[in-house]
């Protein structure tokens, strides 16, 4: 890809409003502090080095662009990426719905298929990697996932890889279907134990952690996006739900070599810790119901995420700054020199959204509406658009300001 194709794919990413990892990484939006801050924890990771951030902002100030930033960077460091977004469909209260998101979301350094079959397909028979996996799972895991492990690596048939990694990967097979293969490849029986999806899938987080080790990566890195859905459960699923995030802050619950990175709205604070009062209901409902352990992990992990890092609005010289990228990216794009620097536009921006919490994303999105205009007329537009909302911002910034008050000339 050349430079102007670069430059276009910038812009025409901003304008459609569609996450693109590599955008992100080349246009950090003013988040180049806290990327710092996550190569510092990717760099930290090593056995029994299992981290998790907290990380809040307002609608539209850039949380998802950073996360997608923070997945360029951890590939380029040599770690596995999971990216999954959390929705009805994906509720952590029940990590067996999570877990195949994960999986499906997930990229090795130098792939662009999603999923871990690169971890396993690799390893044969006998080898090192072989017997530490297969080992850390016998001795560390439910018994299903070494017997998975061990068909999959050592077994004589083909036929079922496919119905193994499916396993592996979070459609879970039943255990007649596993002994059956296991009776095929080693002509034998074995125990599979009772399995519980909702009780069990944890190991499955263990098992990738330790495949990303054996396998000689830097380390696994989770990003969960929308995390404030957990505020759409009710009361005992988001107690469960927060305590399960607090299986991931570090590692006495067996990720030994993971960074989780969580991204909150501002409103799950007021909307949900406050008005809900969580803090206190969520550890009492796990209590009341002989769930101790668990009421320790949500009280934990609750008291965290009130303390979570937020990622502010970015300050005036900080917008100046993007604005001066957009116009850079915008030059480049469609080859032509704009007669406005950043200091130009993030004014004339301004003027089109004098309110102070206007979103980042609606100002970027106006900001190349503006140049669409001022590169096809030669001239500035005049609009009167200072209520105008964000779902009107792209592709109808010109037609609602010409609607209000007709470009000159």
């Not at 396993?120 to 799972?137: L, Q």
């Not at 029986?189 to 069990?200: D, E, I, N, Q, T």
């Not at 020199?337 to 536009?345: F, I, K, N, S």
Request: glycine share 8%; hydrophobic share 40%.
């Amino acid at each position: 890809m050349n430079y102007h194709q670069e430059q276009r794919l910038i812009i025409e990413t901003f304008r459609s409003g569609v996450p693109s990892r590599r955008v992100a990484s080349r246009f950090p939006m003013g988040r180049e502090k806290y990327l710092e801050t996550a190569l510092h924890q990717i760099k930290a990771l090593r056995p029994d080095g299992t981290q998790c951030s907290l990380i809040s902002a307002n609608y539209g100030e850039g949380k998802t662009h950073l996360l997608h930033a923070v997945w360029d960077l951890a590939l380029r460091e040599e770690c596995v990426v999971s990216l999954a977004i959390l929705s009805r469909e994906t509720p952590f209260d029940k990590l067996h719905k999570v877990y195949p998101k994960v999986i499906a979301g997930s990229y090795l350094p130098g792939s662009g298929q999603p999923g871990i079959e690169q971890l396993v397909s690799g390893i044969r028979s006998g080898s090192r990697e072989a017997d530490e996996i297969i080992g850390f799972a016998e001795k560390h895991l439910h018994p299903k996932l070494g017997l998975v492990l061990r068909n999959y690596i050592e077994g004589s048939s083909t036929d079922s890889l496919y119905a193994l990694y499916q396993d592996l990967a979070g459609e879970f097979i039943t255990a007649q279907d596993l002994k059956a293969i296991h009776r095929i490849n080693f002509r034998g029986s074995a125990g599979v134990g009772r399995f519980s999806p909702l009780a069990h899938t944890w190991d499955y987080f263990r098992m990738v952690d330790a495949l990303v080790r054996i396998k000689g990566y830097r380390g696994w890195v989770l990003l969960f996006d929308e995390a404030e859905l957990i505020g759409k459960l009710g009361m005992g699923a988001r107690a469960k739900a927060y305590a399960n995030i607090s299986r991931f802050l570090n590692s006495q619950d067996g990720l030994l070599n993971t960074l989780t990175i969580f991204a909150f709205a501002s409103s799950f604070f007021t909307d949900v810790l406050d008005n809900r009062n969580d803090l206190a209901k969520a550890p009492a409902w796990l209590q009341t119901r002989g769930l101790a352990e668990e009421a320790a992990r949500a009280d934990r992990v609750l008291d965290r995420i009130a303390k979570s890092e937020s990622l502010l609005p970015l300050s005036q010289g900080h917008l100046a700054t993007v604005m001066e990228q957009i116009v850079d990216a915008h030059a480049g794009a469609y080859g032509w020199d704009p007669p406005v620097d950043g200091a130009e536009l993030f004014r004339c921006v301004q003027e089109l959204f004098p309110a102070r919490d206007t979103k980042l994303r609606t100002r970027i999105r106006a900001a190349i509406q503006w140049l669409d205009h001022l590169l096809q007329y030669g001239e500035p537009p005049v609009l009167r658009v200072s209520d105008l909302m964000e779902d009107k911002v792209s592709g109808e910034l010109g037609e609602a300001g010409r609607a209000e008050q007709p470009v000159r000339g």
